[in-house]
């Protein structure tokens, strides 16, 4: 078993290589010191106890494991959304997958003129303005269920809430978001 200063040795000792190694991913300073930090304190808190040669193979899947998913967080924030009102389920639940709403985008191999980028990138903004403007608990909701891909289960215990508060957050969200991102001149 590690004891604390055992422990505490190894984080200073890889913390500038995990560093730099995530930056060259990520591309980007903060991000990789963000991702850095969480892998040092998941492995504090979850494998502190293990024995001192276990801790470098188990450092480095978890700092795998934290890119990876800081790609995946980044893809579905960089997906371009081009009408929130697509994503409302015939049903009227606010279920929908956003992964599975952009699959035939990533599959198309036109390359996108500046035009093209400079409106996305004007789409984002807008869309990030109107989540700003959303009531709290609607954005709560909307962002760990979209963004986070927390299920109702997981985003109901983190909001302590009822499960259907959720789905009318969420539902009540998507609405608004739609409706403002029409009053704005963007659609599909």
């Not at 850095?36 to 899947?61: C, I, N, T, W």
Request: include cysteine; charge should be negative; charged fraction near 30%.
């Amino acid at each position: 078993m590690a004891t604390e200063q055992e422990l505490s040795d190894f984080l200073k000792s890889v913390e500038r290589r995990a560093f730099k190694r995530t930056v060259y991913h990520v591309r980007n300073e903060d991000a990789a010191l963000d991702i850095v930090q969480d892998s040092m304190m998941k492995l504090a808190q979850h494998y502190g106890d293990k024995p001192p040669a276990e801790l470098p193979m188990l450092f480095q899947r978890i700092l795998s494991n934290s890119t990876l998913d800081y790609f995946r967080r980044q893809k579905t924030r960089n997906a371009l959304f081009s009408n929130l009102s697509d994503f409302e389920s015939p049903d009227g639940d606010g279920e929908f997958d956003l992964l599975e709403a952009f699959a035939g985008a990533a599959d198309s191999e036109q390359i996108e003129s500046a035009e093209d980028v400079t409106r996305r990138a004007q789409i984002l903004h807008e869309i990030e303005v109107q989540i700003q403007a959303l009531p709290t608990r609607q954005r709560e909701a909307f962002l760990m269920r979209y963004w986070e891909e927390m299920d109702v289960a997981e985003t109901a215990a983190a909001m302590g809430c009822s499960e259907g508060s959720v789905k009318t957050h969420c539902s009540r969200a998507v609405q608004a978001l739609a409706k403002a991102l029409r009053a704005r001149g963007i659609t599909p």
